[in-house]
């Protein structure tokens, strides 16, 4: 079984950054993509990042673009979102997810973390 733990999240102010991480364990290599999402209060989950783990395609959303990366340890165990440049906008509840590789959608998870909490201050 494939297990996520999402862990960085915190306070932050406008313009500051934050790395989160998604550290995986057990069968992770079977899963073809691996991608963060969020959810503020009122809002439908949406995908931020993503990552294919065949060709190492990398994709954002429109609102992130620039200001987000997302990469991978050595291992290949730990995937990190480095966000930078936030705003009050970025607040919501991070989650990562891994899945089946979806061209349109980058990737449709059925394995997720807990979720870690950002908060952009004004």
């Known amino acids: 079984q494939l297990q996520l733990a999402e862990s960085g999240g915190g306070l932050v102010q406008s313009g500051g950054s934050l790395r989160l991480a998604c550290t995986t364990s057990?069968?992770?290599?079977?899963?073809?993509?691996i991608g963060w999402f969020r959810q503020a209060p009122g809002k439908e989950r949406e995908g931020v990042a993503c990552l294919h783990r065949g060709d190492g395609s990398r994709f954002y959303a429109e609102s992130v673009e620039g200001r987000f990366t997302i990469s991978t340890d050595n291992a290949g165990n730990t995937v990190y979102l480095q966000m930078s440049l936030l705003t009050p906008e970025d607040t919501a509840v991070y989650y990562c997810?891994?899945?089946?590789?979806?061209?349109?959608?980058?990737?449709?998870?059925?394995?997720w973390g807990q979720g870690t909490q950002v908060t952009v201050s004004p």
């Open positions: 057990g069968a992770s290599l079977d899963k073809d993509a």
């Open positions: 997810g891994a899945g089946p590789a979806i061209p349109a959608l980058c990737v449709i998870p059925d394995y």
